[in-house]
């Protein structure tokens, strides 16, 4: 298995991420139907308390083990390299255990006290388990990310979803079938993640038997056990020392998104509550984790993979001392981020309505009058614009190093999230809310940025291509807007769920090819652009290049 350049490892992990991220939409849209969306705040409410605890149980290890692997295989300290990896592995086993009995413990205090949904208790406890084997996926997550093999990582979170997917949908039914109530089919759903954790540590330790009889051939093994002595006179202690310098930074600031999502379970309910009763305002947070919370992290999907990619190479050439690719990859990646997030966004955001009218259930609202979701989906993939920024270039000042600047900038944009959330919710309800949540990625994204300036003198796009950008987006705005208004109102040949198929698919279509045309149109993307992408997508941008006449310089 060869090592993956930022461009390869980002379109594997990208790819990957797709298809998880469109299994796991998958998964809740028969989820939808079979326990509601008052099923699905408590499902949701599940995940959302059991994923910081993760993140805690994994302690931002996995990121901090990409870092570390990357410099010491870089040096050729291979000894070294391993004995951090197993440093690590100990470390998941015993927080797995830990975090396990801890979740079971916590289920009943949190369910009934925090989030005001007493049903949660048991989804909050069939999910559990999964904290057993996670932070040993992770960890080996992490070890393969700073091998720079992306593919191990990709395939092991498609399989993830796949076992989730059949496990908890297949469960919520038969438990439903048989009478077992709503309660224990939500339970159900929840321990697919359990099943998850199965496939995925499966597919891991395929891969790294795979890795190690390659390692044995190249010679590696043979100069780990060489420097073994010398790797083995470090003591643990020192090693966990130096790995938690650089993870505990990392795992905050990869708990942004987790916390904010917490945030929202355990707030909705009660900041809204005295608003329009406790049945709509459970309603409302079903659709804002069931629907949109899963609509909003597709846009996301490329930043993640670029995070995941860009921390070990970053590392490789800091380590170097090589700051002209430092500033290169870096201004590469939020290129990528930005160019290719956009028109996802765009998309998602504009075809809303036919895509929550075609995915989910628009009858069994009990108590939402006014509210079918639509906004609601459009305003939180809006923001993810912000996040995606945030996260890559979060992710950028990881692989330099400069774990402190990123410690403060997630407290204050947590801060603004709570702050937000408190004084929005009242007059503005869940937009409110979502604003607080739009407040807090916008001003991370800034402050990262800001210290990333005053280390590396990069540019993402000059002005002229920020304006071409801009332009780009108000174009497809101004069409597609008008467009999904008139193909909701003219489209009605079939059932309700193939007509909104029809409209949603010529609404996000056009957005999705008018991006690329629009963007050669202004000259924002030209064929120099084209270098480091796979020549099967360098063939179709060409073609469309033709369209518009683009040349071969801005």
Request: net charge positive; hydrophobic share 55%.
């Given at each position: 298995?060869?090592?993956?350049?930022l461009?390869?490892g980002t379109?594997?992990?990208a790819?990957?991420?797709?298809?998880a991220?469109v299994l796991?939409v998958?998964?809740r849209i028969?989820?939808v139907?079979?326990?509601?969306d008052t099923?699905?705040?408590t499902f949701g409410?599940a995940?959302?308390?059991y994923?910081p605890l993760?993140?805690?149980?994994?302690?931002?290890?996995?990121?901090?083990?990409s870092?570390l692997?990357?410099?010491k295989?870089?040096?050729?300290?291979?000894?070294?390299a391993?004995r951090i990896?197993?440093?690590?592995?100990?470390f998941?086993l015993?927080?797995?255990?830990v975090m396990t009995?801890?979740?079971?413990?916590?289920?009943?205090?949190?369910?009934?006290q925090i989030?005001?949904?007493?049903?949660?208790?048991?989804s909050?406890?069939?999910l559990?388990?999964?904290?057993?084997?996670?932070?040993?996926?992770a960890?080996?997550?992490?070890?393969f990310?700073?091998?720079?093999?992306?593919?191990?990582n990709?395939?092991?979170?498609?399989?993830?979803?796949?076992?989730?997917?059949i496990?908890?949908?297949?469960?919520?039914?038969?438990?439903?079938?048989?009478?077992w109530?709503?309660v224990?089919?939500?339970?159900?759903?929840?321990f697919?993640g359990?099943?998850?954790?199965?496939?995925?540590?499966a597919?891991?330790?395929?891969y790294?038997?795979?890795?190690?009889?390659e390692d044995a051939?190249e010679?590696?093994?043979?100069?780990?056990?060489e420097?073994?002595?010398?790797a083995?006179a470090?003591?643990y202690k020192?090693?966990?020392?130096?790995i938690?310098r650089v993870?505990?930074?990392?795992?905050?600031?990869s708990?942004?998104v987790?916390?904010?999502y917490?945030i929202d379970?355990?707030?909705v309910?009660s900041?809204l509550?005295g608003?329009?009763?406790?049945?709509?305002?459970k309603e409302l947070l079903?659709?804002?984790?069931?629907?949109?919370?899963s609509?909003?992290?597709i846009?996301?999907?490329?930043a993640?993979a670029?995070s995941q990619s860009?921390?070990?190479?970053?590392?490789?050439?800091?380590?170097r001392?090589?700051m002209a690719?430092?500033?290169?990859?870096?201004?590469?990646?939020?290129?990528?981020?930005?160019?290719?997030?956009?028109p996802v966004?765009?998309a998602?955001?504009?075809?809303?309505?036919?895509i929550?009218?075609m995915?989910f259930?628009?009858?069994q609202?009990?108590?939402l009058?006014?509210?079918?979701?639509n906004?609601i989906?459009?305003?939180?993939t809006v923001?993810?614009?912000?996040q995606i920024?945030m996260?890559?270039s979060?992710?950028?000042?990881?692989?330099?190093?400069?774990m402190?600047?990123l410690?403060v900038n997630v407290f204050i944009?947590?801060?603004?999230?709570l702050?937000?959330s408190?004084?929005?919710?009242?007059?503005?309800g869940?937009?409110g809310i979502?604003?607080?949540?739009a407040?807090c990625?916008i001003v991370?994204?800034v402050?990262n940025?800001?210290?990333l300036?005053r280390k590396?003198?990069y540019v993402i796009?000059?002005?002229?291509?920020?304006l071409?950008?801009?332009?780009t987006?108000?174009?497809?705005?101004?069409?597609?807007l008008?467009l999904?208004w008139?193909?909701?109102r003219?489209?009605?040949w079939f059932?309700?769920?193939l007509?909104?198929?029809?409209?949603?698919?010529i609404?996000g279509?056009?957005?999705?090819l008018?991006?690329?045309l629009?963007l050669?149109?202004?000259?924002?993307?030209?064929r120099?652009?084209?270098?480091d992408?796979?020549?099967a997508?360098?063939?179709?941008?060409a073609?469309?290049?033709?369209?518009v006449?683009?040349g071969?310089r801005a």
């Amino acid at each position: 298995m060869s090592k993956d350049s930022l461009v390869k490892g980002t379109l594997i992990l990208a790819l990957a991420a797709l298809v998880a991220r469109v299994l796991g939409v998958v998964q809740r849209i028969p989820l939808v139907y079979l326990i509601g969306d008052t099923g699905m705040a408590t499902f949701g409410i599940a995940f959302n308390i059991y994923t910081p605890l993760l993140t805690i149980a994994t302690a931002g290890i996995p990121s901090a083990l990409s870092k570390l692997v990357s410099e010491k295989m870089e040096l050729g300290q291979y000894a070294e390299a391993d004995r951090i990896y197993q440093a690590a592995v100990r470390f998941a086993l015993v927080a797995g255990l830990v975090m396990t009995a801890l979740l079971i413990v916590l289920a009943p205090w949190y369910g009934e006290q925090i989030s005001k949904d007493p049903d949660a208790v048991m989804s909050i406890r069939a999910l559990a388990p999964a904290l057993l084997l996670f932070p040993l996926i992770a960890m080996m997550r992490g070890y393969f990310q700073g091998r720079q093999m992306m593919m191990p990582n990709g395939m092991s979170q498609i399989i993830e979803q796949i076992a989730r997917l059949i496990t908890g949908v297949g469960l919520a039914f038969l438990l439903l079938e048989i009478g077992w109530g709503h309660v224990w089919a939500v339970a159900g759903a929840s321990f697919g993640g359990v099943m998850g954790s199965v496939g995925a540590v499966a597919v891991l330790m395929w891969y790294m038997l795979k890795l190690r009889r390659e390692d044995a051939r190249e010679g590696i093994i043979q100069a780990a056990k060489e420097g073994r002595a010398a790797a083995e006179a470090v003591s643990y202690k020192r090693i966990y020392a130096n790995i938690f310098r650089v993870s505990v930074p990392i795992v905050l600031f990869s708990m942004t998104v987790p916390l904010i999502y917490f945030i929202d379970s355990s707030t909705v309910i009660s900041l809204l509550e005295g608003q329009m009763g406790y049945g709509s305002a459970k309603e409302l947070l079903g659709i804002l984790a069931g629907r949109a919370q899963s609509l909003a992290g597709i846009p996301i999907i490329l930043a993640i993979a670029l995070s995941q990619s860009i921390v070990p190479i970053v590392s490789s050439a800091y380590a170097r001392k090589d700051m002209a690719q430092v500033r290169q990859q870096a201004a590469k990646a939020l290129q990528l981020s930005v160019i290719t997030g956009l028109p996802v966004v765009l998309a998602i955001a504009i075809a809303a309505r036919p895509i929550n009218t075609m995915l989910f259930p628009m009858d069994q609202f009990k108590y939402l009058v006014n509210e079918n979701g639509n906004g609601i989906i459009a305003f939180l993939t809006v923001t993810a614009m912000f996040q995606i920024v945030m996260q890559t270039s979060g992710s950028i000042l990881m692989g330099m190093g400069h774990m402190r600047p990123l410690v403060v900038n997630v407290f204050i944009g947590l801060a603004c999230k709570l702050v937000g959330s408190y004084l929005l919710a009242p007059s503005f309800g869940i937009y409110g809310i979502m604003s607080a949540t739009a407040l807090c990625f916008i001003v991370m994204m800034v402050l990262n940025l800001w210290v990333l300036r005053r280390k590396v003198e990069y540019v993402i796009y000059p002005p002229r291509k920020w304006l071409g950008i801009a332009a780009t987006t108000c174009i497809i705005v101004a069409v597609c807007l008008p467009l999904e208004w008139l193909t909701h109102r003219t489209i009605t040949w079939f059932p309700d769920k193939l007509d909104a198929l029809v409209s949603g698919a010529i609404t996000g279509g056009v957005a999705i090819l008018l991006y690329p045309l629009l963007l050669m149109a202004s000259r924002v993307y030209t064929r120099e652009n084209a270098e480091d992408l796979p020549p099967a997508v360098r063939k179709l941008l060409a073609k469309l290049g033709r369209l518009v006449g683009m040349g071969k310089r801005a």
